[in-house]
């Protein structure tokens, strides 16, 4: 059974400044991908990054990137320049080969607010 | 625009009532499923189908129902026999690919008294 695991019931950071949002999650199949959604307080769920678990390269989407530690079954959410816009809550969420299942399993989130 | 579209926002029913929330999608995705979320949790699966008339039991069907007769639409029955049923209730579709997300719509919040 895959499961998703995000330590971080809360982060603040500073407007300007850089955070990360921590997402491990645990699964034995070799094929998987890795999804990051916002959920401002409206309720409406924005995707915002994907990984795929053999991807080369880090995840990139303007000012958000994907820190994948494959070997420590980690997939971090790196937010460049907080703006006031990104307080919202952040799932991280997985979707393994599982034969043709495509359904995610989803994180419990973590609570981003940006302060001025 | 293709999108989709769950309607009511806000539902209100008496303990004992089935209601049924709808969920219809016009970006010709196969895949359409159904969350629930509750405060401090994440997103829990209710049910999902991956192709008309087929449809599969999340992790948490008990108490819920759903039917796909059309690729565009895919209602949600919460019956009586749900325990708990107020929660935020969200409808995603995407095409059967495993690199593709989600796409979800902006939610149908149920509040049973």
């Known amino acids: 059974a895959q499961k998703i695991t995000q330590t971080q019931p809360g982060m603040f950071v500073q407007e300007k400044e850089a955070v990360t949002l921590d997402c491990t999650y645990d699964?034995?199949?070799?094929?998987?991908?890795l999804f990051w959604y916002k959920q401002p307080s409206s309720g409406e769920m924005i995707f915002l990054i994907y990984?795929?678990?053999?991807?080369?390269q880090n995840a990139t989407e303007g000012r958000y990137s994907l820190n994948f530690q494959k070997a420590r079954k980690s997939a971090n959410l790196v937010i460049s320049a907080s703006q006031l816009g990104d307080s919202a809550m952040y799932f991280c969420?997985?979707?393994?080969?599982?034969?043709?299942?495509?359904?995610?399993?989803f994180g419990k989130g973590t609570l981003l607010t940006v302060n001025p | 625009d293709g999108g989709i579209t769950q309607s009511p926002k806000y539902l209100f029913r008496k303990e004992g009532q089935n209601v049924t929330l709808s969920c219809e999608q016009n970006?010709?995705?196969?895949?359409m499923y159904w969350y629930r979320q509750d405060p401090g949790q994440g997103l829990r699966l209710i049910y999902y189908?991956?192709?008309?008339?087929?449809?599969q039991k999340g992790d948490i069907a008990e108490g819920y129902s759903v039917s796909r007769e059309k690729k565009e639409s895919f209602p949600l029955t919460v019956t009586s026999a749900q325990k708990n049923p107020t929660a935020f209730y969200l409808c995603?579709?995407?095409?059967?690919?495993?690199?593709?997300?989600?796409?979800f719509g902006n939610g149908t919040r149920l509040t049973v008294t």
């Open positions: 970006l010709n995705h196969d895949a």
């Open positions: 969420a997985m979707r393994d080969s599982g034969g043709s299942n495509y359904k995610l399993t």
């Open positions: 189908s991956q192709i008309v008339n087929d449809f």
């Open positions: 699964t034995s199949d070799p094929s998987y991908g």
């Open positions: 990984q795929g678990s053999y991807d080369q």
């Open positions: 995603a579709s995407s095409i059967n690919r495993h690199n593709s997300p989600l796409h």
